[in-house]
């Protein structure tokens, strides 16, 4: 049981120097060093507990900053108190009276709140010495429908619902638990088409995942079409007709652009396309969706959807057939349950974004405890998985045939190797000292 | 003329002591202490502009983090050539491809652009020896057209019709401009029924407001019903039945709470219920606006809907009859040129936010604009005012008879006295540093 006065509260900006190799490049985020704010915690008995939400680097110390803000709001309380009132102290980080004018529940501000709970979550776990899923899986539907705050979602979900919903599925839970176990999460990757790669990369990249297995690619568009044709015939070529293929244009387009653009690329069956606009614009995903629905294509999205109302209003105005929550933009497990609850009620299924650094390692957990004990169903549902950065995690991602393994250390794999966060510290670490030295970056 | 190279930027975090009076208290900022993330730049010229963004006290460290990482896009910038593609500068702050995933456009990050844009704003005006209303009046409309960023809004309101828009309101603008400058523009006032102020100080403020000629009162409800229902008696008994009365909420309900609660106040004939919901809830305004509309009950919302794409939708789904921008919470005065324009198209009076330190003196330079150059129309349009914190400014809004008087000095009307803005230091001015010594806060 997780207990003891919070004592210590450290916070640093850790960020690797990606944009060199043109990882992660997209059609908006065209040279992304992926980063994280990152938060340890510490008892007065001495547990730790490590969260962090990720970036694209520069403003990384924005994000820090507001974790500091936050910290008087979490440092001498009693680790035990939170979780047993846990949604008063999502209410209590995520509402002040002063701060909430900075978001509110959005930006810096949700992204510094995601990453302090989520050291709160790694911590509770570890004192109960399950990794987190577990955790999850084994709570009462009573005490995990206490982490979320009902606020401004009831016309949605009311508490009695997210109850019923959770009650409902414990019929096969031990099931499904035996079979992640066994089988994993299914996933698919992203890491063949960055749109920064040259197309000898792309078909590289794309042989070897076929050679381990994989059978769902993502490709990014949304820069130039004629690129997004050549190179989503290549991918389709290269997997054949029966594989999945997604796009994804990274919030590129405006409303009647998006549908001719996507129109322009349905010869190569993509299941989704992700982001197509402005991630605000419910309405925009909406027309959207309705103009794709007929050519088969859904709209996906949710990576930069940032809280649980907005993702209330894609699902209430049918804007999108998947959902994409993210560990780390969301006010951490606490909206992501309530997310995955309403997605459970309006019977849309769940995606996670991942990829980044720790996206994969942290939305694992959710998925796995999505399939256990909330929806109970893999049917158009997979995880994205990025194949970056992991090494400099204690626990990171186990993939298996294109499966996400189930973690089996206690926590909420977030605690990056120590010698890792050193060297990458921005700015004064080993690696960004070289790099300014060797003037690779100024 | 505005020219030559921006050469500095300063911001400071600049802070005032009103909670310990309750100023400025509502149902969900019970202690608001109004700051701003101050902003001075200055070109090889020698000329200065200064900007600001709002905030309630805690975490306006974090804006001025903000603006420290933009200012790297702005020191070096020529001025002129800034003026002369304000577009591609303002997407240049909102979108750089590592920044923009901590919003984007959202948020502390869009605060901080706001901040320095307002700046650049107020340099320009000063430049052209103009008051800034008076530059944007007197500009031509393929001017002011490229000052707007339409990414995202073109399924609303096309660069073309923006043009139609402000062509066809060149009729009368003289007229009108002329009548602002003898009769000033129709104000409202908040100052008398903040949350936190008893009756009976309610009453000496109305009874001081009434002498004073104010003919349109707001006040703060959604804490507790009776409170609600004997504060906004007590204030319909003064006014009478024929003066204007609203009610704000400050998002403390949810969808179905807030249809119920203001049918309880519908006798006291609110013109509008403001802010009854989460900001980010478009659609849940739209319900609301629809429950209340048979009741002749408008929704108002705005102070903090983050960005022109949120607004959009608004409209789009007519869940607003009053569309209150905001001239610190949006990206400065090119997002609100666009969300006065798609306010005009959907044919939505303009009521601005204001209050808070130096929102008055920013916004009534907007709402001059939208009625000589824009809209035309006083018909069911008010700017909010606030009696609070006008003499640290240089140039301090002027009311009359319950009207803003056109400012006549250059600029954006942001400059702070110096004394004050050095005397309110947040946390080493002499003002907090008393204040610490008295006891009177940690």
């Known amino acids: 049981m997780v207990k003891g006065k919070i004592t210590k509260l450290s916070v640093s900006d850790v960020r690797f120097p990606t944009s060199l190799e043109q990882h992660g490049s997209d059609a908006m985020h065209t040279d992304p060093d992926y980063s994280v704010a990152y938060v340890v915690i510490e ?11 990720f970036t694209l680097g520069k403003g990384t110390e924005i994000v820090v900053c507001a974790v500091q803000a936050l910290s008087s709001l979490v440092i001498g309380k009693d680790s035990e108190e939170i979780v047993n009132d846990f949604r008063s102290f999502y209410r209590l980080l995520t509402s002040d009276g002063q ?25 509770w776990a ?20 206490s982490c979320i705050d009902f606020r401004y979602i009831t016309d949605a979900l009311t508490e ?19 079979h992640m176990l066994k089988e994993g999460y299914p996933a698919y990757t992203t890491s063949c088409a960055w749109i920064g790669y040259p197309d000898e990369q792309l078909k590289q990249l794309c042989s070897k995942a076929l050679s381990e297995g994989w059978t769902r690619f993502k490709v990014k568009v949304g820069a130039d079409l004629n690129d997004d044709i ?14 999945t293929l997604m796009i994804d244009a990274n919030q590129r387009w405006d409303v ?9 690329l349905v010869e190569f069956k993509p299941l989704w396309i992700e982001e197509p606009t402005s991630p605000d614009d419910i309405l925009g995903h909406a027309a959207i969706a309705k103009a794709l629905a007929p050519l088969g294509i859904g709209v ?18 049918q804007a999108l057939r ?15 349950l309530a997310v995955l609850l309403m997605a459970e009620k309006f019977q849309v299924p769940v995606c996670p974004h991942a990829g980044g650094v720790g996206l994969c390692e942290l939305v694992q957990h959710l998925i796995l405890f999505d399939y256990i004990a909330v929806s109970g169903s893999l049917e158009n549902r997979m995880c994205e998985y990025v194949d970056h950065l992991h090494e400099h995690f204690t626990n990171p991602v186990v993939i298996k045939n294109a499966s996400y393994m189930p973690p089996k250390n206690p926590g909420y794999s977030t605690e990056m190797k120590d010698d890792s966060a050193k060297r990458h510290q921005f700015p004064d670490g080993e690696v960004w000292r070289e790099l300014r030295a060797s003037r690779r970056v100024q």
């Open 43 to 53: 008892t007065e008995g001495g547990l730790k507990g490590y969260g962090l939400t």
């Open 99 to 123: 701060m909430r004018w900075l978001g509110p529940e959005k930006g810096v501000v949700q992204l510094a709140a995601a990453a302090v709970l989520n050291a709160v979550w790694d911590l």
């Open 126 to 145: 570890r004192a109960e010495g399950k990794p987190l899923w577990k955790l999850l899986v084994d709570m009462d539907p009573e005490k995990l429908i």
């Open 160 to 178: 009695k619902e997210a109850l019923d919903i959770l009650r409902k599925a414990r019929d096969g839970k031990c099931k499904r638990e035996e």
């Open 230 to 243: 050549r190179r989503c015939r290549l991918l389709r070529e290269m997997i054949g007709p029966d594989k």
């Open 256 to 264: 009647a652009e998006a549908i001719e653009w996507v129109s322009r």
């Open 300 to 317: 996906a999205t949710g990576e930069q959807c940032h809280n649980r109302v907005m993702f209330k209003q894609l699902l209430q105005s």
């Open 322 to 336: 998947f959902v994409q929550i993210d560990s780390c933009r969301l006010g951490s497990v606490n909206e992501n």
